[in-house]
């Protein structure tokens, strides 16, 4: 009766929680590493300290990290939950380098860390419950590189002021299994003559890490062009993603510097657009002159 009792309690005193949706890394190659984020809650009235661990085959595989941790440098095994909110987790996963080919499951678990579960007290019997939510993991090893990632490419602002710098932010998408170090060529042209005004290649930066397998990496200004000494008017810019010497992507935007963002805005607008509209605005006319037309004859007509 008293298990039964503690099993009803228990169910009335879960304080912790995680999101449990499986985490599943496909084609990780060995000795890589790959990383996940862990959703923590806590909807008690209270902060709420908790252990993280491994379980399974990937436990050795298994560290934590702080959110602000970015370069995950600083491991740590407890956290410590505030009352009523919830917090996130780096989990990383390292494969050992002589894991054979093949898939590997197990658990990240979230736990009150011992003594400091939920009371309950019956008959002069006091018991500590200890909570346990685990999040099941399945990693495949394989021994065959991919490379697939995508970036994109984000100007700052289209409209410069004289002598202002063109910015340009970047936010790579890495699908592959393998670490990547991308360089950016970037060429800007005039946009009416086609005369090149820069062309040059911007390497990765020498102080980031790369960007890791099956995870993102934003730069808020990858490449910044100063445009001191050019002429007003309207450019475009030409910007090849480039990874070994291979080109992997190519993207362009037109953009204006000084007085010219008046006739960027006339001259850089898709004529698929503007055809579509210019042809709409001449049929309202049509349409209007037709009515207008009719209800006159047919006045004309109601006046005999």
Same mark, same amino acid.
């Given at each position: ?27 990780v190659l060995?000795? *890589? ?55 996130? /987790? !780096?989990?990383? !996963? ?22 400091q579960g ?28 991919? /490379? ?65 397998? !099956?995870?993102?990496?934003? !730069? ?9 000494? *050019? ?17 992997y992507q *190519? ?21 698929? /657009? ?31």
């Amino acid at each position: 009766m008293l298990i039964l009792g503690l099993a009803l309690v228990s169910q009335n005193v879960l304080a912790i929680g995680q999101m449990t949706q499986p985490i599943i890394k496909e084609n990780v190659l060995r000795g *890589q590493e790959v990383t996940d984020i862990l959703i923590l809650s806590n909807p008690d009235s209270k902060d709420e300290a908790c252990r993280l661990a491994g379980e399974g085959v990937i436990a050795d595989w298994a560290s934590f990290y702080k959110i602000d941790d970015q370069n995950l440098e600083n491991p740590i095994t407890e956290v410590l939950i505030p009352a009523e909110s919830g917090l996130r /987790v !780096f989990v990383k !996963f390292s494969v050992p380098q002589d894991a054979p080919n093949g898939e590997y499951t197990g658990e990240v678990v979230l736990y009150n860390i011992p003594g400091q579960g939920e009371e309950v007290v019956d008959d002069n019997v006091s018991v500590k419950i200890t909570q346990r939510i685990g999040r099941e993991v399945m990693i495949g090893v394989t021994d065959q590189e991919i /490379v697939e990632f995508r970036t994109s490419i984000i100007p700052l602002k289209y409209g410069l002021a004289q002598n202002e710098p063109l910015k340009i932010k970047a936010i790579y998408d890495n699908k592959g299994n393998v670490s990547i170090k991308p360089e950016v060529q970037l060429k800007v042209t005039q946009f009416d003559t086609g005369k090149i005004v820069h062309n040059a290649i911007y390497p990765y930066p020498e102080n980031e890490d790369a960007v890791r397998v !099956f995870s993102s990496k934003i !730069f808020e200004t990858l490449i910044e062009w100063q445009t001191t000494g *050019q002429e007003k008017g309207a450019y475009k810019a030409e910007i090849d993603v480039l990874l070994n010497n291979k080109v992997y992507q *190519q993207e362009d935007f037109s953009f204006s510097i000084g007085a010219a963002s008046s006739v960027l805005g006339a001259s850089a607008i898709n004529f698929k /657009v503007i055809w579509p509209v210019a042809i709409a605005v001449v049929l309202l006319a049509v349409v209007l002159l037709l009515i207008k037309y009719f209800n006159l004859k047919g006045v004309k007509k109601a006046k005999v």
